[in-house]
């Protein structure tokens, strides 16, 4: 089972002929390949498993996955 939760694609280039981006995780950023999601855009929100974008995400799907994780995080530290 993956879990993952949505990044905002800030940034697309190249590395080693392959298609890259930089993922911003609520002020943390990471690389991930973008080759299985030709279609991603600067912009978009982005689930990265392993390094790699494996869906893209429009901004209402993205907003429900992270007040989700929000509700998680907050039962959690209240344990």
């Not at 996955?65 to 998680?72: F, I, K, M, T, V």
Request: proline share 3%; aromatic share 8%.
């Amino acid at each position: 089972m993956c879990l993952a939760v949505p990044g905002k694609l800030i940034e697309i280039f190249d590395e080693a002929s392959l298609k890259m981006g930089r993922i911003d995780y609520n002020g943390t950023v990471t690389k991930a390949c973008l080759e299985y999601v030709p279609e991603a855009r600067v912009g978009q929100y982005a689930l990265v498993h392993a390094g790699f974008a494996i869906s893209i995400l429009d901004e209402e799907e993205a907003r429900h996955s992270l007040a989700a994780w929000q509700e998680l995080k907050e039962k959690m530290e209240g344990l």
